[in-house]
T-cell receptor
Framework: GQQVMQIPQYQHVQEGEDFTTYCNSS?????IQWYKQRPGGHPVFLIQ?????EVKKQKRLTFQFGEAKKNSSLHITATQTTDVGTYFC??????????FGTGTRLTIIP | DVKVTQSSRYLVKRTGEKVFLECVQD?????MFWYRQDPGLGLRLIYF???????EKGDIPEGYSVSREKKERFSLILESASTNQTSMYLC???????????FGNGTRLTVT
């Protein structure tokens, strides 16, 4: 079936360290979206990547879409306590629905 | 700003009961979705709808049905609730195929 694998499941970092989460699909994606869910909250859209090899930045966050459009990553530079939450990727296989990864829960050690 | 409203934040039901979860969006969005979220499993799609009276099965539709009689409202129905349906249920909507999902605050359902 169409699945999106996301690793790691958990990541604990010292404040100021970098953080990366990775998503992989067995088949080519039309596009991939990234969401952040704060503790007790609901997922909130961060960004969408559409083009092969695309790189987008939002302040300390860098998003990449692989050349084959099968993998993606989110990298946070110099984490802050406000970055705490669970980060999800969601892949569009071209069939109207979005398939979410299992998420990476980021905790920050002050 | 898009508002997606789920009727209940917390719900406790008994095994075998029929359960209705309601979701309303105020942005005239075409597409609406129901996901369930469980620890370690992420968000799994139950059903989605791309127009009034249209529905498509997601990845885990068993034990659920949906209704979309009006564009703004998408209901999830548990015909006979079971304990393995205890979960957080999230409704989402989007305007077009390539626009982002807007989520409601979720309904935490406990089936005893």
């Amino acid at each position: 079936g169409q699945q999106v694998m996301q690793i790691p499941q958990y990541q604990h970092v010292q404040e100021g360290e970098d953080f990366t989460t990775y998503c992989n699909s067995s088949t080519t994606l039309s596009n991939i979206q990234w969401y952040k869910q704060r503790p007790g909250g609901h997922p909130v859209f961060l960004i969408q990547l559409v083009k092969s090899g695309e790189v987008k930045k939002q302040k300390r966050l860098t998003f990449q879409f692989g050349e084959a459009k099968k993998n993606s990553s989110l990298h946070i530079t110099a984490t802050q306590t406000t970055d705490v939450g669970t980060y999800f990727c969601a892949g569009d296989f071209g069939n109207e629905k979005l398939t979410f990864g299992t998420g990476t829960r980021l905790t920050i050690i002050p | 700003d898009v508002k997606v409203t789920q009727s209940s934040r917390y719900l406790v039901k008994r095994t075998g009961e029929k359960v209705f979860l309601e979701c309303v969006q105020d942005m005239d969005h075409e597409n609406m979705f129901w996901y369930r979220q469980d620890p370690g499993l992420g968000l799994r799609l139950i059903y989605f709808s791309y127009d009034v009276k249209m529905k498509e099965k997601g990845d885990i539709p068993e034990g659920y049905s949906v209704s979309r009689e009006k564009k703004e409202r998408f209901s999830l129905i548990l015909e006979s609730a079971s304990t393995n349906q205890t979960s957080m249920y999230l409704c989402a909507s989007r305007g077009t195929r390539d626009s982002p999902l807007h989520f409601g605050n979720g309904t935490r359902l406990t089936v005893t």
